[in-house]
């Protein structure tokens, strides 16, 4: 009962704010909050890059895309978003549930690692990077 309540509550949501805000989801603890928005990202929108880009943009950062080239194969690097904190770099990089690696990020990470303050991966655990679910990217 409460996931169909909120799921509905969400699609309202989402035809209302049309990309303009944020949403922060509140409840008491282990009642599937973090089930019910992932599985409102991956059932209502095309790539969690679109609902990310919607929660950046909508907390007023602008957003900036970057690839350069590998010269190990013939795909490029790609960093789904770059902010800027500090005078310093912030790459954010986008994953699903089931990747297995974050090449582009490392690379970039490497390349540029004295203009970097902080490196995002959304989504899934990793050492030395900060990990967030994709309903926390409004708080970057």
Known sequence: MFKRKIYEKL?????????????????????????????????????????????LAANGNELFYYTFANTVSKHNYEIDFLLARKNKLCPIEIKSSGYKTHKSLDAFSQKYS??????????????????LPVYMAQFL
Not at 17 to 41: W, Y
Not at 124 to 129: A, M, N, Y
């Open 11 to 55: 699609i309202e949501w989402k035809k209302e704010s049309d990309g303009r805000t944020a949403l922060l989801v509140e409840g008491a603890r282990r009642i599937g909050k973090s089930t019910v928005v992932e599985n409102f990202a991956k059932n209502e929108y095309e790539s969690y890059i679109f609902v990310v880009a919607q929660i």
């Open 114 to 131: 004295d203009r970097i303050l902080w490196k995002y991966l959304v989504y899934t655990k990793d050492q030395d990077i900060i990990c």
